[in-house]
């Protein structure tokens, strides 16, 4: 490609308005149908503002993928907080993904640093914490700090966050949280005594078809220039978020069609062009959270891939998708890690739901054992090509 070949495709004239407006991590001006989970919200929070000594309250947003649990969390904390600066409250929201911060200490490590600009070092996680709590005294401010993907971390840690009112002083503790979980992995961690520190249990259904509908026409009107998604097409995406009860496959059809669009040079979007568009989304697979591994992980995970393409079964063994990954990395001049360490990876992989991995008894050995290792949600020869696209963008095709 030379310069000139480089350059024609900024020319041409693109059918979107505002393509951000469909990436996961937005969060859209007007919220549709969470206005119950948003006056709940409202209705606990709202003492922070009225009360002068601003009580702690903790809330937990239940749901399964795709019913808007961060995008409705992100939307309340960003309104919340102009309220408050009217009402002359210095309020502000943090948000962590436990996929990116997968401990409590990391968490406070990465607050302390943008709050006091102390990396944290020497310091205990107690000790951290109180740091954090003094300076938001001192700047008479309040923390609004929301945890998704709470299940990542240890129940312990779970728990430590949501008893700061407790062990620190509620006087002390300008420190309110929202946490953001799936329901089965919510069950998993809940005791008790967590939920005890939970001043609200929010549940989130899926979104039926007319809700779906009232979103979609919502985002396409804010990414799409006018006449590019007509009813037909919206109704026909609705239908495909209400069979899948998954809004970010919606949102992930209408922008991977307007990216095909785009590259076709078509000036509207037509019904083939969304079933590829659906047939190339994987409702339950989790994209962003492979985004977010890192180069390690993303080998370990290549390897498991073509591992499995290799053997054509539906499962392989630490063994085999270990050579893949030592070959891979080798194509893609980066040094290997020890199979000790490939095991470490294929354990966060589990853990983030993106495998899943079974200890089995070999039956010609009376005492051996193997691990099994297969892929949750999306078929082997996918994955390895959507590895393949992020490989070639990082080191080189």
């Known amino acids: 490609m030379d310069e000139n070949d480089f350059r024609k495709p900024f020319m041409k004239k693109s059918i979107f308005k505002s393509a951000s407006s469909l990436d996961m991590s937005y969060v859209p001006e007007n919220l549709y149908c969470r206005d119950e989970a948003i006056n709940k919200l409202i209705f606990n929070f709202r003492r922070i503002l009225d009360e002068e000594e601003q ?43 436990c996929i990116n911060f997968r401990s409590k200490s990391k968490i406070i490590r990465e607050l302390l640093a943008k709050h006091t600009h102390g990396s944290g070092r020497g310091f205990s996680d107690d000790e951290a914490l109180k740091l954090i709590l003094k300076q938001l005294i001192r700047e008479k401010s309040y923390m609004l700090l929301v945890i998704d993907e709470v299940h990542l971390l240890r129940p312990d840690e779970i728990l430590a966050f949501l008893d700061i009112a407790e062990t620190y002083g509620h006087q002390n503790a300008k420190l309110s949280i929202i946490l953001i979980s799936r329901n089965k992995d919510w069950m998993r961690i809940e005791t008790e005594r967590i939920l005890s520190r939970i001043n609200e249990k929010i549940k989130l259904k899926p979104y039926k078809y007319e809700e779906a509908k009232q979103i979609l026409e919502y985002r396409a009107d804010l990414a799409f220039k006018e006449y590019v998604v007509d009813d037909d097409i ?23 069609s307007g990216l ?22 994987y409702p339950t697979f989790r994209a962003e959270i492979v985004d977010q591994l890192n180069d390690q992980e993303l080998l370990a995970l290549f390897g498991i891939a073509r591992a499995l393409i290799n053997k054509d079964e539906p499962f392989t063994l630490v063994d085999e998708a270990f050579e893949e990954y030592q070959t891979i990395s080798e194509t893609y001049s980066i ?4 199979k000790m360490s490939f095991r470490k990876y294929i354990r966060t992989l589990n853990q983030l739901k993106i495998i899943a991995s079974k200890t089995v008894r070999i039956e010609e050995a009376e005492r051996g054992r193997h691990l099994e290792i297969t892929l949750l949600d999306i078929p082997a020869v996918k994955l390895e090509e959507f590895l393949i696209q992020i490989f070639n963008k990082k080191f080189g095709s």
């Not at 808007?68 to 210095?90: H, I, P, Q, S």
């Not at 040094?335 to 020890?338: D, I, L, R, S």
């Open 260 to 281: 095909y669009a785009d590259k076709e040079g078509l000036d509207r979007i037509n019904a083939d062009i969304i079933r590829e568009a659906s047939n190339d989304v």
């Open 234 to 256: 919206l109704s026909m995406v609705s239908q495909i978020v209400t069979d899948h009860q998954d809004m970010r496959h919606g949102i992930e059809i209408l922008r991977k």
């Open 335 to 338: 040094e290997p890690h020890v």
């Open 55 to 97: 009580p702690s309250v903790n809330c937990l947003i239940l749901g399964q993928g795709g019913v808007g649990k961060t995008c409705t969390a992100r939307w309340f904390g960003k309104n919340f907080k102009n309220v408050a600066l009217e009402k002359d409250v210095n309020l502000f929201t943090e948000y962590y993904n």
